[in-house]
């Protein structure tokens, strides 16, 4: 089974920069892919970023366009999201997620929620 371990979240003031790490261990393959969603207090699980398995898609929710990045290192087997000019409202926990079927696009992945989660960092964007 892999086990997937967010980092990086914390505290920071609204227009700040945070980026959020996945460690995909036990990953054996390159063709996956990778996705970051997050839930905040009293709302559904929503989707932030996503990138394909292997055709080089990426998608991003409306609300974090120009502001987030996902990317990866397959040879550190992590996953990132890069996040600036933070709002409050982006505060929540932040979930990465991982599928391992190799035909997987960037939409598919965000729009349908795919893949196995890990536990979860905390965002909190204040003053």
């Known amino acids: 089974q892999l086990q997937l371990v967010e980092s990086g979240g914390g505290l920071v003031q609204p227009g700040g920069s945070l980026r959020l790490s996945c460690a995909a261990s036990?990953?054996?393959?390159?063709?996956?892919?990778t996705g970051w969603f997050r839930q905040a207090p009293g709302k559904e699980r929503e989707e932030v970023a996503c990138?394909?398995?292997?055709?080089?898609?990426?998608y991003y929710a409306d609300f974090v366009k120009g502001r987030f990045t996902i990317s990866r290192d397959n040879a550190k087997k992590m996953v990132y999201l890069q996040m600036n000019s933070l709002k409050p409202e982006d505060t929540a926990t932040y979930y990465c997620a991982v599928d391992i079927h190799d035909f997987t696009t960037a939409q598919a992945m965000c729009v349908m929620q795919m893949g196995r989660w890990g536990q979860g960092t905390q965002v909190t964007v204040s003053s």
């Open positions: 990138e394909g398995a292997s055709d080089g898609s990426t």
């Open positions: 036990d990953l054996s393959s390159d063709y996956y892919a």
